[in-house]
């Protein structure tokens, strides 16, 4: 029997208690009265240079109910980025409108520019019925074949990316997009893929919207063939360099540098995020396809101004100033949290409450994969090595000096308040114990020399560095210089590594760490970055990355794992091709457990909430709200229906 999924959206899990709804979606038509637009383009509508509302909206607009009531017209909002290379800055605030959506509380998977959908029996076919009379930015009909183009032409030319994103691909081949009719499209993968709504719904989902063909084609060599002639008058090195420039990607400073390039977002670029910009400006889309409950034309606000800072005190500044209007990017570290409570009234603005969907603040990936093969067996890989290291830091004197006391001893897995909660995996060898950690040791075959370092069975000195970004998570930092203090008290010489974040990847891509630090994902989206729990990303499964390579490669490329990786692999895949929650959850029990015994990465403590800032005037904005890349805040809470009052 096909598994019909309409307008109201598939639940996932409640998970986050108390937090209110926000902007419900559904299709107008349905009672809702006509509407108004922004002043600037009912003047150009009149003067004739600009079509009429009615036709520059579809006929049944996705109706957007306002968090607290409908706004008004007008104002430019302020938001800070931080240096050239922010972009995702402006795509959390702005870039998404892909094909589905999250709700505010992260449960649900709701309509977006796919009215309703079906997916069939065993989760591998996915028909999407698309918004009627949805247009780009610059007025042209968006249609099933800008999907198609989108996926069969770009995504999936090998000169223009390296392998399909792991987003469209199961099993090692890529999805097939086909088009049924102007207005539906249908995805199938080589098996079940039961998570595609999911992962659709994340930032990493937006392919599927983000290339319009009418603009787009131009520079392709199989639409145009005097591509050659265009390269060499844009300076560029090659077709794909200028495809990059022209229409970007999900994930780069080009992607927000084109003001040509046509878009389905609520606002489009005016000033570019270009090479020495002090700023980007998006001003108002005259043919966005969302309006209010009274069908008054969304978004309200005028323009979007992102400031650029080049480090933090700056964008610091601006905030207490009261020259930004809505901020949590770079300035929600706790550190940053008594001077921003202190100048609420000066600076004219009210605290955001941010729920993390992470499960740790630090965890530690020691390299069991690591090139020395001494470092890897004779101490990474040696699990009783992990276990001790991991007993010797005192977690509650990290907490309370680095995080406030705002935490708790933690390993990893999901987070306490979700259904999927696994006590051993979360909280073994959490405790103090350097006595206990130090017998560990000594059993070991890791003994004191004369100077109270430990030295490894072979004889040699005790010593690695662990990789981290301090620009990126200072925090981190410090937390790791404690930890350093720790462990030198059992005798273990450790070295903090502080780098910036293109060396961190780089060394990952080699696999030339030691061992590196990344707050721990899974809290609240276990299933979408399951990468502590195994093999599972290429880049972040630090401990293991040739691993990870060999399961995303289907054992083309990387190392093969052991047995207990493997098992967990394939019942990751079982999981992941299993529409039933209940039954996945079962699943995803059995892989923890399995985790849990292999002990393979070491955590500090339980991700801590984040805050921002909302100028008092801005309304209609979720004072609480999940704090995810997968939920790419504050964008699903609607930004469009922001509204300022005077």
């Keep these: 029997m096909r598994d019909e999924i309409l307008s109201r959206g598939v639940t996932r899990r409640a998970v986050l208690g108390g937090m209110a709804g926000v902007a419900a979606l559904s299709m107008a038509g349905r009672g809702v009265a006509a509407g108004g637009e922004a002043p600037a383009w009912a003047q150009l509508a009149q003067d004739g240079k600009l079509p009429p509302l009615a036709e520059r909206l579809p006929k049944k607009p996705m109706v957007v109910t306002p968090f607290e009531k409908a706004g008004t017209y007008g104002g430019t909002l302020r938001r800070g980025l931080r240096g050239s290379s922010d972009h995702n800055g402006i795509l959390r605030m702005v870039g998404n409108q892909s094909l589905v959506r999250w709700n505010l509380e992260f449960t649900q998977v709701m309509p977006n520019l796919a009215e309703r959908w079906e997916i069939n029996d065993d989760a591998s076919q996915f028909t999407f019925h698309l918004i009627e009379g949805v247009r780009w930015s610059d007025g042209h009909p968006f249609t099933a074949d800008d999907i198609v183009f989108a996926i069969e032409d770009c995504v999936k030319n090998s000169e223009l990316y390296?392998?399909?994103?792991?987003?469209?691909?199961?099993?090692?081949?890529?999805?097939?997009?086909?088009?049924?009719?102007?207005?539906?499209?249908?995805?199938?993968?080589?098996?079940?893929?039961?998570l595609y709504l999911e992962n659709l719904a994340t930032p990493l989902g937006q392919h599927p919207t983000l290339f319009p063909k009418h603009y787009c084609s131009q520079f392709l060599p199989k639409y145009n063939p005097n591509i050659a002639e265009e390269v060499r008058k844009a300076g560029v090195g090659s077709w794909t360099d200028l495809f990059r420039a022209r229409c970007g990607d999900i994930e780069i400073p080009s992607r927000w540098g084109n003001p040509d390039k046509?878009?389905?977002?609520?606002?489009?670029?005016?000033?570019?995020?270009?090479?020495?910009?002090?700023?980007?400006?998006?001003?108002?889309?005259?043919?966005?396809?969302?309006?209010?409950?009274?069908?008054?034309?969304?978004?309200?606000?005028?323009?979007?101004?992102?400031?650029?800072?080049?480090?933090?005190?700056?964008?610091?500044?601006?905030?207490i100033s009261g020259k930004i209007d809505i901020q949590e990017r770079h300035i929600s570290v706790l550190s940053n949290k008594p001077t921003l409570s202190q100048n609420m009234e000066k600076g004219g603005y009210r605290l955001l409450s941010l729920v993390p969907s992470a499960s740790q603040q630090c965890q530690i990936y020691f390299n069991m994969t690591h090139k020395d093969p001494a470092l890897r067996k004779k101490m990474f890989a040696d699990k009783s090595f992990r276990q001790a290291l991991s007993l010797a830091i005192n977690r509650q004197e990290l907490i309370d000096i680095v995080y406030f006391g705002q935490s708790e001893a933690y390993q990893a897995g999901p987070r306490p308040e979700h259904p999927w909660y696994h006590e051993k995996l979360a909280r073994q060898f959490s405790e103090y114990d350097p006595d206990k950690a130090g017998a560990m040791l000594d059993q070991a075959g890791y003994k004191l020399d004369g100077s109270?370092?430990?030295?490894?069975?072979?004889?040699?000195?005790?010593?690695?560095?662990?990789?981290?970004?301090?620009?990126?998570?200072?925090?981190?930092?410090?937390?790791?210089e404690l930890v350093k203090a720790h462990w030198a008290q059992i005798g273990i010489e450790m070295k903090v590594n502080t780098i910036e974040r293109a060396l961190y990847y780089t060394r990952g891509d080699d696999n030339a760490h030691d061992a590196a630090v990344w707050p721990g994902p899974g809290g609240l989206d276990p299933m979408l970055d399951p990468r502590d729990f195994f093999?599972?990303?290429?880049?972040?499964?630090?401990y293991a990355i040739p691993w990870s390579l060999w399961y995303t490669s289907n054992g083309a490329r990387g190392e093969e794992p052991p047995e207990s990786q493997k098992k967990r692999m394939k019942l990751f895949d079982d999981a992941r091709s299993t529409a039933d929650l209940s039954k996945r959850g079962a699943i995803m029990t059995q892989i923890f457990d399995i985790a849990a015994d292999a002990f393979e990465t070491v955590g500090l403590c339980l991700a801590v909430g984040g805050f921002g800032i909302i100028r008092n005037n801005l309304h209609n904005v979720p004072e609480k709200q999940p704090d995810s890349w997968s939920w790419p805040n504050p964008g699903p809470a609607l930004p469009q229906q922001f509204s300022f009052t005077s």
């Design 535 to 542: 093999a599972f990303h290429p880049q972040g499964s630090r």
């Design 452 to 480: 109270g370092l430990r030295l490894r069975p072979d004889g040699q000195k005790v010593f690695f560095a662990v990789d981290v970004i301090p620009t990126l998570y200072p925090d981190l930092v410090d937390a790791l």
């Design 262 to 319: 046509p878009t389905l977002d609520p606002w489009v670029v005016k000033e570019p995020y270009s090479g020495g910009a002090t700023r980007v400006v998006m001003t108002r889309n005259p043919y966005f396809w969302q309006v209010d409950t009274q069908g008054n034309q969304l978004p309200y606000i005028d323009e979007i101004n992102f400031s650029i800072s080049q480090d933090v005190e700056s964008l610091m500044l601006n905030v």
């Design 162 to 194: 390296s392998s399909t994103p792991a987003q469209l691909s199961v099993a090692g081949k890529a999805v097939k997009v086909e088009k049924i009719d102007d207005f539906t499209v249908k995805f199938t993968f080589a098996a079940a893929n039961a």
